[in-house]
């Protein structure tokens, strides 16, 4: 298997979908880390600084909206992409994602 040094923090509220998806990607070589919205910006402002952030959004979305504004807003974190999966978003969802410039939003439920 291929080794990537590419880190991928996952985001989300739902432990057993963030594992999972973490699991998915260091099977396929990339290192990966998950977290929930309160200690994210900690993790990702001290030595770990993801080259992806992958959101798994649920109906948390002052959690999920308050860290894109951190991460936006800070320096040093401002140009890590963010992908935002989302079930099934409405559009005043859609519309508020890419207000906070994030990267990519993914629509649909992850599957293995």
Not at 22 to 44: E, L, M, N, P, W
Not at 47 to 75: I, R, Y
Request: hydrophobic residues 35%; charged residues 25%.
């Amino acid at each position: 298997m291929t080794q990537y040094t590419a880190r991928v923090l996952i985001l989300g509220s739902d432990s057993a979908q963030t594992q999972t998806l973490a699991k998915f990607f260091r099977q396929k070589g990339f290192h990966s880390s998950c977290d929930d919205y309160a200690v994210a910006f900690d993790t990702i402002t001290d030595d770990h600084n993801p080259d992806l952030v992958l959101m798994l959004t649920s109906s948390d979305w002052h959690g999920a909206s308050d860290l894109f504004e951190m991460l936006k807003d800070e320096q040093k974190t401002s140009r890590i992409p963010i992908v935002v999966q989302a079930e099934n978003p409405e559009a005043s969802f859609r519309r508020r994602c890419f207000a906070f410039h994030i990267d990519d939003l993914v629509t649909g439920k992850p599957s293995n």
